[in-house]
């Protein structure tokens, strides 16, 4: 199979594309010819060697853990999925080697949902990892219609999915982003405040009562001005803050989750979730998807192109 892949740690220059063996499928997997895999800023960072302290990575190393694609074959024991089932991944397994940047990948049925017919590849392959992430970040601090949440980064891939998943449970929202992505956030439902010095007053002015939760999707000390703004100070989730269970609130690190995928599935059905695409790129071309993700102002998500 063709495939994405580095021999050692490094930046972007590191990748190569060439031929690779297909990979063997366990009694719990199936084998998914892969249409679209999904770029994500995590993806960069395996490769940089950034989340080496905690995940064993053996080489030939191929990214990516996002994926849609049709089951081509499968496992002794994986009843879940049938040949030519078209599906969708967060296909994360405990140590990375063989990822998604690939025309095929094994994948545990326990990290594979069905693909919603409403999206095409593309969007589908943007869904599994940022729209779980956002989806248990929710579940973490608990929502009920008619409260209101502060969504940090909420253009982004992750933030971008937390606004619609709140707005379509009732609650209303309230998502911080530059001001050239206001009116992508009032299309999601959202009322954008601009980010940066100053943001709890500009919160303030629209929430004169608080807020009731809060996800941080992007650092940087916005869990402490969440919590200035919070009626309950532990209602806050984040991604990217190593200190916010030490300050009361909830780490994140998403799981995969077929349920979860199942549900998002079914708001994207329902058209209540959508998946922006900001760019795709052949696999071949998977270092420049790297480069953009680098650049650290994606609207919505990156995707690579594969079959």
Do not use: C
Request: hydrophobic share 45%; charged share 20%.
């Amino acid at each position: 199979m063709k495939a994405i892949s580095t021999n050692s740690y490094g930046g972007p220059e590191v990748l190569e594309y060439g031929d690779l063996p297909d990979p063997k499928v366990g009694p719990d997997s199936v084998l998914v010819r892969v249409k679209a895999a999904g770029v994500n800023p995590v993806d960069w960072k395996i490769v940089a060697g950034y989340l080496d302290p905690i995940m064993n990575a053996h080489f030939p190393l191929i990214p990516g853990w996002d994926v849609a694609g049709v089951v081509e074959a499968v496992g002794a024991d994986a009843t879940e999925f049938a040949v030519g089932d078209e599906v969708i991944g967060y296909v994360r397994k405990d140590e990375v080697q063989h990822g998604t940047y690939a025309e095929l990948v094994s994948a545990p049925v326990r990290t594979l949902a069905r693909k919603p017919a409403a999206l095409d590849w593309q969007q589908a392959a943007g869904l599994p990892l940022a729209g779980l992430t956002a989806y248990q970040a929710i579940r973490r601090v608990g929502t009920r219609p008619g409260e209101t949440a502060l969504v940090h980064a909420a253009a982004g891939g992750v933030g971008s999915f937390a606004v619609q998943i709140l707005v379509a449970e009732g609650v209303r929202v309230i998502g911080t982003a530059s001001e050239r992505n206001h009116d992508f956030l009032r299309s999601l439902g959202a009322e954008p405040v601009t980010y940066g010095e100053g943001l709890a007053d500009r919160v303030r002015a629209v929430a004169p009562d608080g807020i009731d939760v809060a996800l941080d999707f992007v650092g940087g000390g916005v869990v402490d001005v969440s919590q200035e703004l919070l009626k309950d100070p532990s209602r806050v989730a984040s991604i990217a803050d190593g200190e916010v269970t030490a300050k009361g609130g909830h780490m994140v690190w998403v799981r995969p989750d077929a349920e979860g995928l199942a549900v998002l599935g079914s708001l994207a059905d329902a058209g209540k979730l959508t998946v922006h695409v900001d760019a795709s790129f052949p696999l071949a071309e998977a270092a420049e998807a790297f480069r953009r993700s680098q650049e650290g102002r994606t609207r919505g998500k990156i995707v690579l192109e594969v079959s």
